[in-house]
């Protein structure tokens, strides 16, 4: 037995020594990681941040930490009119773009904003979404300022506040109407057809409390009981006039593209789950804060007037159809595919109504 015994002893003391002796096997490389600065042109907290900050934290999360995202807020890099070319020239990796503050930057994407287009805001979204990730014309837009688009996201619809009743489309006349993006022309169009004087008037956001409250103005088309309530319109215009979406107001986040080509397949297939999900966690997100404003708006008295349904779509044949038209020519004018796209999203917007 103890022959037996010490060479099974010598066999397993040489056997612990050589693999004592073998090297370890290799460590696997830590992941690589990856931190993009993200700017937001407005204070963080609110409606106009809150939604791509949703975003982000999805991101990071379902990443793992791989990607992360350096945060400044309040315009430190620049106000929204400059985010695109901010975004092209690596400012900043990520951040919102708005085709009503930059549309000669995305002519064919402000197709979307065209007064009238669709009144319901989520089948909006869906529609506007699909044909920023579909059609190679609107793709090509964002490429060509060196960005990738990500996701859209919607405010509530642009209607009308206003110091006086407005019933009908003839209590505009006489009134400076505080307008931008798809409402300016639109309200050029209906003084036209109604034969009166209406003066579109160019006030910026951070501005219109002001010229409200000391009557530089007598109606204006914004986002009412949310953006609109965050921004304290509520205590300035004593009535809201709805449904009358005069427009649906556009954001849209985007990164660079030479930054979204150094990210790995595997994560950027990630990020783009996050945002294809960003399009239905913004309208949850906006649905969720419009019992709240409407309630905000009812507490200080504001007065609430149902605009007809005869009158909107008298305002979509007087004011809406004209500048569709209008569009339509001017971009093939410039040789850009516009009834292409205008046809393209028409059809999109139909499948999701």
């Known amino acids: 037995m103890k022959k037996i015994f010490i060479p099974l002893m010598t066999i397993a003391v040489v056997a612990a020594l050589l693999l004592g002796c073998m090297p370890a096997a290799p460590e696997a490389p830590p992941e690589e990681t990856f931190t993009f600065v993200y700017h937001c042109p407005w204070p963080p907290k609110q409606i106009l941040c809150d939604i791509e900050d949703l975003f982000l934290d999805n991101v990071e999360a379902r990443t793992e930490g791989r990607v992360t995202f350096e945060r400044i807020y309040g315009g430190t890099l620049g106000d929204l009119t400059v985010q695109p070319e901010q975004i092209q020239n690596r400012v900043f990796d990520v951040g919102q773009i708005s085709y009503v503050y930059s549309p000669g930057q995305y002519p064919l994407g402000c197709v979307t904003t065209l007064p009238g287009i669709e009144d319901d805001s989520h089948v909006w979204e869906y529609a506007t979404h699909e044909l920023s990730t579909t059609d190679p014309d609107i793709i090509a837009e964002y490429s060509a300022l060196n960005s990738k688009y ?8 642009m209607e009308i506040a206003s110091h006086h009743p407005i019933e009908k489309l003839e209590d505009f006349c006489g009134d400076r109407v505080r307008t931008h993006g798809g409402s ?39 986002p009412v009981p949310v953006t609109g ?57 906006l649905d969720s804060k419009i019992a709240g404003g409407l309630q905000d708006l ?3 008295g504001v007065i609430t007037i149902d605009w007809p349904a005869s009158e909107m779509e008298l305002f979509r044949e007087l004011a809406c159809y004209p500048v569709w038209e209008d569009w339509v020519a001017e971009t093939e004018a410039e040789g850009l595919p516009g009834q292409e796209v205008f046809d393209h999203f028409e059809a999109i917007l139909a499948q999701y109504r």
Do not use: K, M
């Not at 990500?150 to 619809?157: G, H, M, N, R």
């Not at 030479?258 to 789950?273: K, M, S, T, V, Y």
């Open 150 to 157: 990500l996701f859209v996201w919607a405010l509530e619809p």
């Open 184 to 222: 300016t022309l639109a309200f050029d169009a209906l003084a036209e057809a109604l034969g009166c004087s209406i003066a579109p008037t160019t006030v910026h956001w951070g501005e219109l409390p002001v010229a409200g409250a000391e009557h530089v103005i007598d109606s204006a088309c914004f």
């Open 229 to 285: 309530r965050d921004a304290g319109l509520h205590t300035v215009f004593p009535y809201y006039i709805t449904p009358f979406p005069v427009y649906q107001f556009h954001f849209a986040t985007a990164i660079n593209l030479d930054a979204w080509n150094e990210i790995p397949p595997d994560l950027q297939d990630i990020i783009l789950e996050c945002a294809d999900e960003a399009v239905q966690d913004g309208l949850d997100y």
């Open 298 to 300: 009812e507490d200080v």
